[in-house]
């Protein structure tokens, strides 16, 4: 993050990262759905900061390019950072459930969200947070959790709703690749290219694998060979 970077607070709270944000030099904008602790952050930061209070689902996301440094509610992680991924963000450093980022950081098995994500960012478990870091301590570990933005997006960011769709019909499928997304005759050419077995099943492929296999689907629906 540099000076002047826009960042994106969600859940600001008491201000913990705020604070540190602001110090670094960073235009802040803290999202926080809680009335009390949004008129806080107000009180103690003035103009400063900029204060949101609202539900960042709800939350129209900045047009332009932005970073987000986020303490996640480990119920609705997935949700926020479904939401705030699909806009013009550059990196998001989260603490979220332990359980959580190992699963959708991991290589394998993939799952729906993982898959997604990587397409468009890097993605990196950055450490673990023990409970007891936390005050009152949750009940659980939690993580660091890493996006970068990829320079060159596995497909193209215009595409991205209607990968995603691909992608959720894939996995929703629950059966073996080469019945849900693929001919025979595709698999047959894509599984020794892109190097997945031809019983694969949607969670034993990677990020590149999935963009690979999207590719061919889109050629052979436009007619291209």
């Known amino acids: ?7 994106v607070d969600v859940g600001a709270g008491t201000a913990v990262l705020t604070r540190a944000l602001l110090d670094a030099g960073a235009r802040v904008v803290a999202v926080e759905r809680d009335a009390a602790l949004a008129a806080g952050l107000r009180a ?5 900061i900029s204060v ?10 900045p047009g332009g390019p932005f970073a987000v440094v986020a303490n996640l509610p480990f119920a609705g992680s997935g949700a926020i950072l479904s939401r705030l991924l699909r806009g013009p963000v550059t990196s998001a450093d989260v603490i979220v459930e332990w359980g959580f980022a190992e699963k959708h950081a991991a290589i394998w098995p993939a799952t729906l969200k993982g898959a997604y994500w990587r397409t468009f960012y890097e993605v990196e478990l950055v450490r673990r947070l023990d409970r007891t870091a936390f005050a009152p301590p949750p009940s659980v570990d939690a993580a660091v959790l890493r996006f970068t933005r990829r320079m060159n997006p596995l497909v193209p960011t215009t595409e991205s709703q209607r990968y995603w769709r691909f992608l959720s019909d894939a996995f929703h499928a629950t059966t073996e690749v080469r ?14 290219a892109l190097g997945f077995r031809p019983n694969a099943r949607p969670r034993d492929l990677d990020a590149c694998q999935w963009a690979g296999i999207y590719a061919a689907s889109r050629r052979k629906a436009s007619g291209v060979r």
């Open 52 to 61: 949101v209070e609202a539900d960042v689902l709800d939350w129209p996301l």
């Open 44 to 48: 103690r930061f003035g103009g400063d």
């Open 179 to 192: 019945r849900s997304v693929l001919t025979p005759l595709q698999v047959k050419r894509l599984a020794p």
């Open 1 to 7: 993050m540099a000076r002047d970077d826009l960042v």
